[in-house]
């Protein structure tokens, strides 16, 4: 079975700086994806940035940008030029392919508060 | 529609009594997938659908949740005999196909009281 872990509860940090959130899992498969998912309190869940593990290469979108680390089991999100819209919860998830169907596996997530 | 819709935003029932909870997926998606989010904790999946018929369902905690998707399109989730540790959060999602990017609902809070 696989786990992901968040281990920051909560994080806060100041409008226009730059903040690292941490998730860590644990798998046996080798072909997956890893997620990052924004939840505001409206509570959709909104996916913020996707990795592929067979890329190397750290995916990015925008102000958003992942840091892979494959062989440690480590997925951080980078969020850069922080906004007052990003203030919500995050949560870090993993999805097997060889898992049936698509089913994400979530962290317990952390809670973002930007201040002005 | 535009987006997944559920239905109720938010539902309060006795304990004991039987509800159900109804996601619209995006039109076109074949794979629909509910999940739960008890309060501070992410969310857990419960069953997923391809079509009309149940591919996964190892994640319904017991017996007294069911779903069905009888036309592949909408979905009920039915919950018989409700608890107060079933209060929650009922998250929606729905795919293209499987292994493509999931698209959520804004969910329905479940309290049973």
């Known amino acids: 079975a696989q786990t992901v872990t968040q281990s920051q509860p909560e994080m806060s940090v100041q409008e226009a700086e730059t903040v690292t959130l941490s998730c860590t899992y644990d798998?046996?498969?080798?072909?997956?994806?890893l997620f990052w998912y924004k939840q505001p309190p409206s509570r959709q869940m909104i996916l913020v940035i996707r990795q592929e593990a067979y890329k190397q290469q750290n995916a990015t979108e925008n102000r958003f940008s992942v840091n892979f680390q494959k062989a440690a089991k480590s997925f951080s999100l980078k969020i850069s030029d922080s906004q007052l819209g990003d203030t919500a919860m995050y949560f870090c998830?993993?999805?097997?392919?060889?898992?049936?169907?698509?089913?994400?596996?979530f962290g317990e997530g952390t809670q973002l508060t930007v201040n002005p | 529609g535009a987006g997944v819709s559920q239905t109720p935003s938010n539902k309060v029932t006795e304990k004991g009594k039987y509800v159900e909870l109804r996601c619209d997926p995006i039109s076109g998606h074949t794979a629909l997938y509910w999940y739960r989010q008890s309060l501070g904790q992410g969310p857990e999946f419960l069953i997923y659908?391809?079509?009309?018929?149940?591919?996964?369902d190892s994640g319904l905690p017991n017996d007294r949740f069911f779903a069905v998707r009888p036309e592949g399109s909408v979905s009920t989730l039915k919950i018989q005999r409700t608890e107060r540790g079933d209060s929650a959060v009922y998250l929606c999602?729905?795919?293209?196909?499987?292994?493509?990017?999931?698209?959520f609902g804004q969910g329905t809070r479940l309290t049973v009281v």
């Open positions: 659908f391809q079509g009309t018929g149940a591919a996964d």
């Open positions: 998830a993993f999805e097997g392919r060889k898992t049936s169907g698509s089913r994400l596996t």
């Open positions: 798998t046996s498969e080798n072909n997956y994806y």
């Open positions: 999602a729905s795919s293209p196909t499987m292994n493509t990017e999931a698209f």
